[in-house]
C-alpha cells in the first residue's frame, strides 16, 4: 500500500483529500506572537477576514521534520508499506528540504517529489498520484504520472494589488515589478522548470486583468481537449464562479474544481486573487 502525503498549500478540496485518503502536514501562518496552523487553526475565511485592515503583516513558517515524521507514522498506521510525499516548489520553500530530511530515518522506502509550483500545481499532482494507485499503478509508474502530468500544467494568477506579493517574499522573476505603483493588478505565472514565479503583465483594472487571466491561461495549454481545470480565489466566490461559468460554456472540461486559495499562499496573493490552475490529458 502506497500512502500519499502533501502539505496544505496544495489546495485540494477537503472532500478529495477525504475520498482518496490523503494525509496533509500543514503549513504555519505566524501573525504578531500568534502561530496558525494552516486550515486546521485558521480557515481560509478567518485569513481573509483578519487580512483586510490588519496593520500587520502575517508570515508562513514551514512544518517541521517531526510534523512530517507524524504524518508518516499516520500512513504507516494506515497500512502504508511505502510513502511518496510532494510539496510546493522548493524555489519557494524549504520544505521540500525538510521533507528529504525527515525520510532519512524511515525503513520503508519513500521519495519526496518537487512539485515545483504552489497550490493546484502540487494539488493536480497530488491527484494524480492518488488516482493512479487506486488505479493500481507501482511505486515508479505513479512517480512517472506525477512527473507527465507537472509537464502538461499552466498556473496563472491575477491579483489585484501588488502590495501583498512584494510583502510576501514570493515574488521571484517579477521582482523587477519593485516600486511600480500598488494601484497595477499583476499577472504572474509559474515556471514549472524553474517552480519560481514569473511576471506576465500589469493592467489597470479588475476586468482587464481577468480577461487576460483566461486568454493567457488557454494559450499556454497544450491542448483544450479533456481538460481538468481548478479556479482558486481570494475570498472571492463570485469571481470564481463566474469564470467556472464561461469555462463549463466554452470548453467543457472532464473535471473543474473551486477552492478557497489557502492562509500561507494568501499571505502572497491577497483578497481577490483569482488563479487558473490545470492541464490536458491528450
Given at each position: 500500500m502506497i500512502g500519499?502525503i502533501?502539505?496544505s498549500t496544495c489546495?485540494?478540496?477537503e472532500e478529495l483529500l477525504?475520498?482518496?485518503?490523503i494525509?496533509v502536514v500543514?503549513?504555519?501562518?505566524?501573525?504578531?506572537?500568534?502561530?496558525?496552523?494552516d486550515?486546521?487553526?485558521?480557515?481560509?475565511?478567518?485569513?481573509?477576514?483578519k487580512l483586510?485592515?490588519n496593520?500587520?503583516h502575517p508570515?508562513s513558517?514551514?512544518?517541521?521534520?517531526?510534523?512530517?515524521?507524524e504524518a508518516?507514522?499516520?500512513?504507516?498506521?494506515?497500512?502504508a508499506t511505502e510513502l511518496?510525499i510532494l510539496?510546493?516548489?522548493?524555489?519557494?520553500?524549504?520544505?521540500?528540504?525538510i521533507?528529504k530530511?525527515?525520510?532519512a530515518s524511515?525503513?520503508?522506502?519513500?521519495?519526496?517529489?518537487?512539485?515545483k509550483g504552489?497550490?493546484?500545481?502540487?494539488?493536480?499532482?497530488?491527484l494524480?498520484?492518488?488516482?493512479?494507485?487506486?488505479a493500481?499503478?507501482?511505486?515508479?509508474?505513479?512517480?512517472?504520472?506525477?512527473?507527465?502530468?507537472r509537464?502538461k500544467?499552466?498556473?496563472?494568477v491575477a491579483m489585484?494589488?501588488?502590495d501583498?506579493?512584494q510583502?510576501g517574499?514570493r515574488i521571484?522573476d517579477?521582482?523587477?515589478?519593485?516600486?511600480?505603483l500598488l494601484?497595477v493588478?499583476p499577472l504572474v505565472k509559474?515556471n514549472?522548470n524553474?517552480?519560481?514565479?514569473?511576471?506576465?503583465?500589469?493592467?489597470?483594472t479588475?476586468?482587464?486583468?481577468?480577461?487576460?487571466l483566461?486568454?493567457?491561461?488557454f494559450e499556454q495549454l497544450?491542448s483544450v481537449?479533456?481538460l481538468r481545470?481548478?479556479?482558486?480565489h481570494?475570498n472571492a466566490?463570485?469571481?470564481a464562479?463566474?469564470l467556472?461559468e464561461?469555462?463549463r460554456?466554452?470548453y467543457?472540461?472532464?473535471?473543474?474544481l473551486i477552492?478557497?486559495?489557502?492562509?500561507?499562499?494568501?499571505?502572497?496573493?491577497?483578497p481577490g486573487a483569482?488563479?487558473?490552475c490545470?492541464?490536458s490529458?491528450?
Amino acid at each position: 500500500m502506497i500512502g500519499i502525503i502533501t502539505d496544505s498549500t496544495c489546495d485540494i478540496p477537503e472532500e478529495l483529500l477525504q475520498q482518496y485518503g490523503i494525509i496533509v502536514v500543514p503549513q504555519i501562518v505566524v501573525w504578531g506572537d500568534e502561530q496558525f496552523r494552516d486550515r486546521v487553526d485558521m480557515t481560509p475565511d478567518e485569513f481573509y477576514q483578519k487580512l483586510i485592515g490588519n496593520p500587520i503583516h502575517p508570515h508562513s513558517s514551514m512544518p517541521s521534520t517531526q510534523d512530517f515524521e507524524e504524518a508518516f507514522d499516520k500512513a504507516i498506521a494506515k497500512g502504508a508499506t511505502e510513502l511518496i510525499i510532494l510539496t510546493i516548489s522548493s524555489a519557494m520553500s524549504g520544505t521540500y528540504e525538510i521533507a528529504k530530511k525527515a525520510i532519512a530515518s524511515l525503513k520503508i522506502r519513500a521519495e519526496v517529489v518537487d512539485s515545483k509550483g504552489p497550490t493546484m500545481s502540487l494539488g493536480w499532482q497530488v491527484l494524480a498520484a492518488a488516482r493512479a494507485r487506486e488505479a493500481g499503478a507501482d511505486f515508479s509508474n505513479i512517480l512517472n504520472q506525477i512527473n507527465q502530468v507537472r509537464k502538461k500544467l499552466t498556473l496563472i494568477v491575477a491579483m489585484e494589488t501588488l502590495d501583498f506579493l512584494q510583502k510576501g517574499g514570493r515574488i521571484g522573476d517579477a521582482a523587477k515589478w519593485a516600486g511600480t505603483l500598488l494601484k497595477v493588478k499583476p499577472l504572474v505565472k509559474i515556471n514549472h522548470n524553474t517552480g519560481s514565479v514569473q511576471p506576465i503583465s500589469l493592467v489597470r483594472t479588475h476586468k482587464a486583468v481577468v480577461d487576460l487571466l483566461y486568454r493567457k491561461f488557454f494559450e499556454q495549454l497544450t491542448s483544450v481537449n479533456n481538460l481538468r481545470i481548478a479556479i482558486l480565489h481570494g475570498n472571492a466566490l463570485a469571481n470564481a464562479e463566474a469564470l467556472a461559468e464561461r469555462i463549463r460554456t466554452e470548453y467543457n472540461p472532464i473535471e473543474l474544481l473551486i477552492n478557497t486559495t489557502g492562509p500561507v499562499l494568501g499571505i502572497n496573493t491577497g483578497p481577490g486573487a483569482l488563479a487558473l490552475c490545470g492541464y490536458s490529458e491528450d
